[in-house]
Nanobody, 114 residues
Framework: QVQLVESGGGLVQAGGSLRLSCAAP????????VAWHRQAPGQQRELVAI???????NVANSVKGRFTISRDNARNTINLQMNSLKPEDTAVYYC????????WGRGTQVTVSS
């Protein structure tokens, strides 16, 4: 079973930036759609951004203009660049790789202080 590993989370002040990465050691993302989701305490998990195997991207309205999802095929990672962070972006961020993997990572905590 494919294992996904997220990294790059942390504590940042409002207005700051973080870059999250999702890796799949021993596997390749090239043929997968991959998405970033997030879940804040007491709330449902929500889709933040997605990138298809062909490189088409889409982001949630709440992060449009601030977050960018991208592929790094050389490093076999999917990255989420998060700029102009707000306290409401505080959540655990999860990576999800679509078919045929259908796998979730364990998440990385992002905390934005006001």
């Amino acid at each position: 079973q494919v294992q996904l590993v997220e990294s790059g989370g942390g504590l940042v002040q409002a207005g700051g930036s973080l870059r999250l990465s999702c890796a799949a050691p021993g596997s390749s993302f090239r043929a997968n759609a991959v998405a970033w989701h997030r879940q804040a305490p007491g709330q449902q998990r929500e889709l933040v951004a997605i990138i298809t195997a062909g490189g088409i991207t889409n982001v949630a309205n709440s992060v449009k203009g601030r977050f960018t999802i991208s592929r790094d095929n050389a490093r076999n990672t999917i990255n989420l660049q998060m700029n102009s962070l707000k306290p409401e972006d505080t959540a655990v961020y999860y990576c999800y790789a679509g078919s045929p993997y259908n796998a979730w990572g364990r998440g990385t905590q992002v905390t934005v202080s006001s």
